[in-house]
């Protein structure tokens, strides 16, 4: 993998000039007081985990891989120690409030760790937020005494978790689930059934892993009605809260996979282990989706932190790598060739690469600031977050984790033939990237979550809160001549946004399969008008930095010229999304299924 260094600079200007963090975390209530020079403290300690911790045992844990043999998973060299030493640095129990234990910082606090940690070593990743499934699945159904039971060790790093939903029957189609849970006597239950695709769900890293699970009490109703959450650990808690008698919990076999080849992707089988019902039978979604946000905005860090990385190698080796003359002269006189950073396509690459990534960055800070507003605000501003985070949540899984996809690919193709053998660690930070737009919910069902539930299931009001909030940016900066390239475009983007879906509405009470047709195209079309407000914001803070004389100039003359590349070689993508969208479903669905053949 190529070296990393953690994007301070670019970290620090999305939290403290573009979204004034420090103002935004003055206004949270009940949570603890964060002041900059702690803000600044705690990105600094995590930068350094992830430089000096997660990032040399990354490219050994892929060679390595995970083992599996009579039921046990062997995990990587070095995961164990880097695990604990997560835990011992209080790093799992950062966002998690007093009272239950933890640090009672805001969520946001710790979205840089997680990308700078990701960019480094996302395998890794996946065992520490994998962690955190149980520990929010508690905190939001768990009683007193599960709370007491679990939740110390959880954050302490001395126990792990996962979160098991999927069955190889039904997918991301929960209400299909076969798993079992039987009532006993002690008001436990006992749970029989198998789970695929558990990441961490069998290891020896710590001593204990604690799951939950969906599964459906006997003659509960069918589907999403009548599924309820369940806590169960892999050993029983005895009295003195050490673990105790085995809970036959196993691990059927592990997933040979693309990538992410370091987190073990288990088969899980549940022969008769006990567990504890979280909240109430037939409410067990309630509580999941209260963590499926914060996952799909985890699923949207994996995209930034994978492009970051693939950025930071492809820029290094285009500044390195000799190859050919540029056509308007020698660049390196001296040298046999010139670096191939000075090519126009080398640029256009680079500069596709950086827009997204530090687009993305910008989006998901300030999601994440949403976050804090659901938890910590007002009832007003609960109610504003979330009502923006119900329509942005989806674009943001969706569209950072499929332009990741182009960018760790364009990561690749900078280096050429090199960019394919494993000796870079390019071609690795595709693989391990692949698997974002897959997971938490694919592009598709993201897709139909925006379109179908978002913006067509609210009368359009979810979408109409957000394209107001450009409209007033837009109208503040109308007569700013300075601001017209990136205002002009943007405006007329916004209108046609609603327009668009106006249409495509209209369409799907003639054919409910004009929405599906045009979903995916739709997000597309979001997440490029979203980024463009996030880039005029970022232009707009540039153009006054550099009018007053503030700062790192050369910083500052950068992020105009990205805004300006974004808007003027990436947004026009839109139009193509456009057409794609009004041409209809017929062109898809024109052929019988018969017809498919080969």
């Known amino acids: 993998m190529p070296d990393y260094s ?24 009940n949570c603890e007081e964060l002041s900059p020079d702690l803000l600044d403290a705690i990105i600094d300690s995590g930068a350094k985990f992830a430089e000096n911790i997660a990032f040399p045992i990354n490219r050994s844990g892929d060679e390595q891989g995970c083992s599996f043999k009579d039921g046990k998973v062997t995990i990587p060299d070095g995961y164990k120690e880097a695990f604990k030493r997560w835990g011992e640095g209080g790093w799992q129990a950062l966002s998690i409030p007093t009272k239950d234990g933890g640090q009672g910082l805001p969520g946001s606090t710790g979205i840089c760790v997680g990308e700078m940690v990701g960019s480094c070593n996302w395998s890794f990743s996946m065992y520490t937020g994998l962690a955190s499934a149980p520990i929010t699945c508690l905190m939001n159904g768990g009683d007193e005494e599960q709370k007491k039971t679990f939740l110390p060790k959880l954050l302490s790093g001395e126990w792990a978790g996962t979160m098991c939903l999927t069955e ?3 997918g991301s189609d929960v209400g299909l689930l076969r798993s079992k849970a039987t009532p ?14 558990i990441s961490g769900g069998e290891h020896e890293m710590t001593e ?25 650990p892999k050993y029983l808690i005895n009295d003195d809260g050490s673990p105790g008698e085995f809970n036959n919990i196993t691990c059927g076999a592990i997933e040979k996979k693309m990538g992410l080849k370091a987190s073990a992707t288990c088969v899980m089988n549940y022969d008769g282990a006990k567990a504890y019902l979280l909240g109430e039978e037939n409410r067990g979604l309630d509580i999941m989706f209260k963590l ?27 500044k390195e790598r000799l190859q050919m003359r540029s056509l308007t002269g020698p660049k390196n006189p001296d040298g046999a060739a010139d670096p191939i950073i000075v090519h126009p396509d080398v640029r256009r690459m680079l500069m596709t690469q950086k827009a997204f990534t530090e687009g993305s960055r910008a989006f ?13 605000g007002t009832e007003e501003e609960v109610k504003q977050a979330d009502d923006l985070l119900g329509l942005l949540t989806p674009i943001a899984k969706a569209f950072c984790t499929e332009i990741a996809q182009e960018v760790t690919y364009l990561g690749i193709q900078v280096f050429g033939g090199h960019g394919y053998i494993a000796q870079h660690g390019m071609e690795q930070l595709a ?22 539930r978002k913006v067509m299931g609210s009368g359009g009001q979810l979408l109409r809160n957000f394209t107001k909030i450009i409209y007033k ?126």
Not at 12 to 18: H, M, P, Q
Not at 187 to 197: A, E, H, Q
Not at 220 to 226: D, L, N, Q
Not at 433 to 450: A, C, F, H, K, P
């Open 6 to 29: 953690a994007p301070l600079r670019d970290m620090k200007f999305v939290l403290n000039e573009l979204l004034d963090s420090g103002s935004h975390y003055q206004s949270l209530n």
């Open 168 to 170: 190889s029957h039904c």
């Open 184 to 197: 006993n006597a002690d008001g436990s239950y006992t749970l029989s059934g198998t789970k695929i695709f």
């Open 208 to 232: 204990n892993i604690i799951h939950a699970v969906l599964a459906r009490v006997e003659g509960a109703p069918a589907g999403t009605k009548g599924i309820s959450l369940f806590i169960a």
């Open 292 to 318: 499926m946000n914060t996952a799909r905005l985890g699923t949207a860090l994996q995209g930034l932190a994978m492009g970051e990385a693939s950025f930071q190698g492809a820029l290094t080796y285009a």
């Open 364 to 376: 998901i800070y300030w999601l994440a600031q949403l976050v804090d507003k659901t938890k910590y």
């Open 431 to 452: 693989r391990d990237n692949r698997i974002s737009t897959v997971y938490e919910g694919t592009t598709g069902i993201q897709s139909l979550d925006l379109i179908g």
């Open 473 to 598: 940016f837009c109208e503040a900066e109308k007569d700013n001549d300075a601001m017209a390239e990136f205002i002009q475009p943007l405006s007329e983007l916004n209108k046609e946004w609603g327009e668009i879906t106006i249409k495509i509405g209209e369409a799907a009470m003639e054919n409910a399969d004009e929405i599906g047709a045009a979903s995916v195209d739709f997000t597309f079309y979001s997440g490029y008008v979203s980024f463009a407000y996030m880039w005029a914001q970022m232009a707009l803070l540039a153009q006054q930095k550099i009018a007053a004389g503030e700062g790192d100039a050369d910083f500052y003359q950068a992020k105009l010229a990205t805004a300006r590349f974004y808007f003027q070689r990436l947004l026009p993508r839109t139009k193509a999304h456009i057409a794609a969208m009004q041409s209809g479903s017929d062109n898809l669905m024109a052929l019988s299924e018969d017809a498919f053949s080969f």
